[in-house]
Structures are given as C-alpha cells and as structure tokens.
C-alpha cells in the first residue's frame, strides 16, 4: 500500500504561484508513474502534468509554460510548481502514483484563483 498526502492548496490571486507537495509512504519502492490531475465540479478529471521513471515529463497543452512537475527522492515528495496561475486554474487537484501493484490517490486540494 502507498499513502499519499497531500498540501499547499490555497487562494492566490491571477498570476500569482502556489505549490503543491505530495508526499508518498509506505511500499513506494515500484512506483515509475507520477501524476498531476484537477476536476471542477461537473467536469470530468483533467491530467495535468506527469512524469514517468523519475525524469520523462509531460504537460496538458494548458499549463505548458507555467506548470512544473518535480520529484526530491530524498523527500518522497512530488511537486507541482504552478505560476502565472489564472482563474480557469481553479479547481481540486489530485497526486496520483501507480506502481506494479496498483494505483493510488491523494485526498486532494483545493487551488482558488481570484482576486
């Protein structure tokens, strides 16, 4: 099993930056894919950001430029480091880390974005 926790949610005003931490215990020695994903309320859940093996990256078209996805091993923390945040930001995001025996989630966190 593998728990993730997330924090650093939070109401920031457009282009502004927040930073979201998820941290990772437990049998986290085979995970290979980590996750970003949001949802707003009526929608379906939005992939974010992702980064597989510890070095490959991928971004929604979205967030190209003003998202970045990092991993501390050290820490057992995945990050996403959002900037020039804007309203159509707002949403619930979700960690998300799958390994060879299943997929896991976050409790997820709220971002606001307004002023």
């Known amino acids: 099993q593998v728990q993730l926790v997330e924090s650093g949610g939070g109401l920031v005003q457009p282009g502004g930056s927040l930073r979201l931490s998820c941290a990772a215990s437990?049998?986290?020695?085979?995970?290979?894919?980590m996750r970003w994903y949001r949802q707003v309320p009526g929608k379906e859940r939005e992939l974010v950001a992702g980064i597989i093996s510890g070095s490959f990256t991928k971004y929604a078209d979205s967030v190209k430029g003003r998202f970045t996805i990092s991993v501390d091993n050290a820490k057992n923390t995945m990050y996403l480091q959002m900037n020039s945040l804007k309203s159509e930001d707002t949403a619930v995001y979700y960690c998300a880390m799958r390994s060879s025996v299943g997929d896991y989630w976050g409790q997820g966190t709220q971002v606001t974005v307004s002023s």
């Open positions: 437990g049998s986290i020695a085979n995970i290979n894919v």
